[in-house]
């Protein structure tokens, strides 16, 4: 029984987030569908990340397992073609140890936040950035973020609704630059709280617009309150870009063309 | 009667190009709804450039009178209430002289067009990039397009429906280069041809994968014949992204932020 890992980009758009429900449309059931479609099979796949309703991913990383051998670029080629139109793609697909698992083995995560900084609203990145009419300082932004970094109880910038069972997270990269018209925030940790990238990142929001100093988001963090979190910043701007893996499947990225 | 100019974006998908038609969704439809709105005038614009449909802009120049004076950001801001939600922003407005004309001022034209060259079909950029699945050689195109700068007949490159007097234009800039997963080409030129940077594109794509030399590309030029073009590149990735004037429309990008 061969296991296949993908590597998945997607618009989260049309979707209720990641996750399978019943009768709402969803990245795994689509997935699970073009799996289906091409091999016959009804399973469950298992996801690197479990994006939110409207959160986008470049680089998401999903396994599963099939009773046969399939090549892998067979299995990226089958997958694109059962899920035409939809805004999902498999960039790449490889075999992997049977003990490999897109969710437990991971060993980073890293998301990428974009803010639309402008007065106008977005058209050409409608539904891809948090429009923020309000001019924000990139580098006070950047200053607070430090203040995130490290091993920290993260219950101030996690939703009341997490399942984890604990608030403790080490969080490895908080970066914020200024990208022409945009700000983009760069966050890399080994897992994530629910909804803490778009805690942090409206929290980050409120310094970059001066409401706050980067003082006050260290108290936020050290309150370990949710009432002290910030704005929550929303979907649209969210994208899984990068899941780390020791070691990495083999995906290949020209190999087969 | 004031005129005034504006710098506008628009994702090019769900309309029959820039020019208004009757009862068509076309980009100069809505802007012009959008100043009767706040206006209560009826008028037409004149724009940069007139793009076909499904082709985008990031930086479009259009010029209008009005009766009334407005500030520009209240002009601005106003136009963009009244374009929610569709995907046309008005990035920055400016007063500009009464003899400016976003079309006949116009020094340069630029254009980008973008090029996803992977197996798996666009996700995220569904829309915005042309998917050429066989492997593109990047330095081949460029090679092959430098064939092209200067001043020539570009007939070849002309759509069999251009209305322009004269097939001469000089072109200035023809760049290809590889970014990730997309391979980029910018062309600028003081005008371009109906088709020209498609036709250009798709040619080069020949190049590209290899089925036509560089050596092919200047002779089809020479040609100067349209049956001797390569394929035409299709809209979705073609984005006007700059106009120079001489002087510029004082577009001040953080200004009344």
């Known amino acids: 029984m061969p296991r296949y890992s993908c590597l998945v980009e997607y618009d989260?758009?049309?979707?209720?987030?990641?996750?399978?429900?019943?009768?709402?449309p969803t990245v795994q059931g689509s997935l699970e569908r073009a799996i289906l479609g091409f091999s016959g099979e009804t399973l469950r796949i298992t996801a690197a990340g479990r994006t939110d309703t409207g959160v986008h991913a470049s680089g998401?990383?999903?396994?599963?397992?099939?009773p046969k051998t399939y090549r892998p670029d067979v299995v990226r080629d089958a997958m694109n073609a059962y899920l035409i139109p939809e805004p999902i793609a498999v960039r790449e697909a490889a075999i992997v140890d049977d003990d490999?698992?897109?969710?437990?083995?991971?060993?980073?995560?890293?998301?990428?936040?974009r803010i639309l900084n402008r007065r106008a609203p977005p058209a050409l990145e409608q539904g891809r950035v948090w429009h923020v009419k309000k001019p924000l300082d990139a580098e006070v932004m950047a200053d607070a973020a430090q203040h995130l970094i490290g091993r920290?109880?993260?219950?101030?910038?996690?939703d009341t609704e997490c399942q984890a069972a604990s608030p403790i997270k080490t969080l490895d990269i908080a970066r914020v630059k200024r990208v022409g018209e945009e700000i983009h925030l760069v966050f890399a940790s080994r897992s994530f709280l629910h909804r803490q990238v778009r805690s942090m990142t409206g929290t980050l929001v409120e310094a970059g617009i001066g409401r706050w100093t980067a003082a006050d988001v260290k108290a936020a963090l050290e309150a370990r309150d949710r009432r002290a979190c910030g704005q929550v910043a929303p979907?649209?701007?969210?994208?899984?870009t990068h899941v780390t893996f020791e070691p990495e499947p083999d995906f290949e990225s020209r190999s087969s063309i």
């Open 12 to 24: 989260g758009r049309p979707y209720k987030g990641f996750q399978a429900q019943d009768n709402l």
């Open 100 to 113: 490999f698992s897109a969710r437990f083995s991971a060993t980073g995560r890293m998301y990428l936040y």
């Open 235 to 240: 979907p649209e701007g969210l994208c899984l």
């Open 60 to 66: 998401q990383v999903i396994t599963f397992d099939l």
């Open 152 to 158: 920290h109880d993260f219950t101030t910038f996690r």
